[in-house]
């Protein structure tokens, strides 16, 4: 038996689509949504919203959700969203052109709003300490 064949139809879609190494995390999500246990197309990308997008760990505190996200970057959600629902696309034998414009239906995260007090330090300049002209 060819390695091809140890993987569903589904899967080997997945990993033709994200055959790159640096595409690997993307192929997982993919797989995900072929191995999706929902019935139609709509509550799978729904599990890829699950999946993808993390609630605040901290009610009520948006900032928060950056704390469950792993790793850290904000478009890795919707990145990862992409591809789980290109999995989906590929289960219920969705049109690539449909699969495309799927959209989660969460938010994307903004980094929080910096208070006054809170700012990150400047850089001092490299003159002389407590010098002044």
Same mark, same amino acid.
């Given at each position: 038996?060819?390695?091809?064949?140890?993987?569903?139809?589904?899967?080997?879609?997945?990993?033709?689509?994200?055959? +790159?190494?640096?595409?690997?995390?993307?192929?997982?999500?993919?797989?995900? /949504? @072929?191995?999706?246990?929902? !019935?139609?197309? *709509? #509550?799978?990308?729904?599990?890829?919203n699950?999946?993808?997008?993390?609630?605040?760990?901290?009610?009520?505190?948006?900032?928060?959700?950056?704390?469950?996200?792993?790793?850290?970057? +904000?478009?890795?959600?919707?990145k990862?969203?992409?591809?789980c629902?290109? /999995? @989906?696309?590929?289960?219920? !034998?969705?049109? *690539? #052109?449909?699969?495309?414009?799927?959209?989660?239906?969460?938010?994307?995260?903004?980094?929080?709003?910096?208070?006054?007090?809170?700012?990150?330090?400047?850089?001092?300049?490299?003159?002389?300490?407590?010098?002044?002209?």
């Amino acid at each position: 038996m060819l390695p091809e064949h140890w993987v569903p139809p589904c899967g080997n879609r997945c990993t033709r689509k994200y055959a +790159a190494l640096t595409q690997l995390p993307w192929r997982v999500f993919c797989k995900k /949504g @072929c191995n999706s246990d929902e !019935e139609t197309y *709509e #509550e799978c990308l729904e599990d890829c919203n699950q999946i993808c997008y993390k609630d605040p760990v901290i009610e009520g505190q948006q900032w928060s959700a950056y704390i469950d996200r792993s790793p850290g970057e +904000a478009s890795y959600s919707e990145k990862c969203f992409h591809a789980c629902a290109s /999995g @989906c696309g590929f289960k219920f !034998e969705i049109k *690539e #052109e449909e699969v495309s414009k799927a959209c989660p239906n969460r938010p994307s995260y903004s980094p929080p709003d910096q208070k006054p007090g809170l700012q990150q330090p400047t850089k001092q300049s490299t003159g002389k300490p407590g010098s002044s002209a």
